[in-house]
């Protein structure tokens, strides 16, 4: 189980979506129509989706858009740069990151031995 609840925004505000947010036992908070600094980051992911992956085709049909989309998904996550983590992709922050923890942690230890 999470130490932290997840929190959902959403401007949903039907019974049955209250109902299910409930019995996953996450936390909704309600945000307001035509109000993105109140979800900033889904709001700048939407926009980088749209510029750099939807508006630069011409889809044919449902299936060519909903390929791209996946990819884009898959893309975005794991090989884009990202400004908030350094201009780093992920997998090049997470490996940066667990290098230098376990650079303390190996600090931590041969202290502890000496």
Do not use: C
Request: no cysteine; glycine share 2%; proline share 2%.
């Amino acid at each position: 189980m999470l130490s932290e609840q997840i929190t959902v925004h959403s401007i949903q505000t039907s019974k049955a979506f209250r109902k299910s947010i409930s019995a996953l036992r996450l936390k909704l908070e309600h945000i307001y129509y035509n109000t993105p600094e109140q979800n900033g980051h889904i709001e700048s992911f939407h926009k980088t989706l749209k510029k750099e992956y939807i508006w630069s085709n011409d889809f044919q049909n449902y299936h060519e858009a909903e390929l791209v989309i996946k990819d884009a998904f898959v893309d975005y996550n794991q090989n884009r740069i990202h400004s908030s983590l350094e201009y780093l992709t992920p997998y090049e922050f997470i490996s940066k990151w667990k290098m230098q923890h376990e650079e303390k942690k190996e600090k931590v230890i041969n202290i502890g031995n000496e």
